[in-house]
C-alpha cells in the first residue's frame, strides 16, 4: 500500500503560480498512476492532472490546460504540479492520489490511494 503526502500549497495573487508536491512511502509512483483532484468549499472534487505510471502519458482537465503541469520527479517517488496563471477559481483543496492500474483516468473514483490534501488559495 502507498501513502502520499502533499506539500507547497499556499496563498497566491491571481496570475501567480505554485507548485505542489506529492512524496509517496511504502511504495514507489512508478507503479501507479497518480492524479490532482481539487476540491472547492461546497462543490464535488474535480479532477486536475494525471500522469501514467511509466511518465509517458499525462492528461488535463480543460479548466487548467496551458497553465498546469504535472510531472514526475527524478526519485520515482514524488509528482509534481506546476500551477501557473492561476485565477481566483482555482482555490480550492488539492489532493494527490494513485490508481493502481497505472493508466491515467480523468475520473476521481478510479483512485484507489489518497492523500489529505494541500490548500491551495488564489487571491484577486
Known amino acids: 500500500q502507498v501513502q502520499l503526502v502533499e506539500s507547497g500549497g499556499g496563498l497566491v495573487q491571481a496570475g501567480g503560480s505554485l507548485r505542489v508536491a506529492c512524496v509517496a512511502s511504502?511504495?514507489?509512483?512508478?507503479?501507479?498512476?497518480v492524479g490532482w483532484v481539487r476540491q472547492a468549499p461546497g462543490k464535488e472534487r474535480e479532477f486536475v492532472a494525471g500522469?501514467?505510471?511509466?511518465?509517458?502519458?499525462?492528461i488535463y482537465a480543460d479548466s487548467v490546460k496551458g497553465r498546469f503541469t504535472i510531472s514526475k520527479g527524478n526519485t520515482k517517488d514524488t509528482v509534481y504540479l506546476q500551477m501557473n496563471s492561476l485565477k481566483p477559481e482555482d482555490t480550492a483543496l488539492y489532493y494527490c492520489?494513485?490508481?493502481?492500474?497505472?493508466?491515467?483516468?480523468?475520473?476521481?473514483?478510479?483512485?484507489?490511494?489518497w492523500g489529505q490534501g494541500t490548500q491551495v488559495t488564489v487571491s484577486s
Open positions: 500522469i501514467s505510471a511509466s511518465g509517458s502519458s499525462t
Open positions: 511504502g511504495r514507489t509512483l512508478s507503479n501507479y498512476a
Open positions: 492520489a494513485a490508481d493502481r492500474r497505472r493508466t491515467v483516468t480523468m475520473n476521481p473514483i478510479d483512485y484507489d490511494y
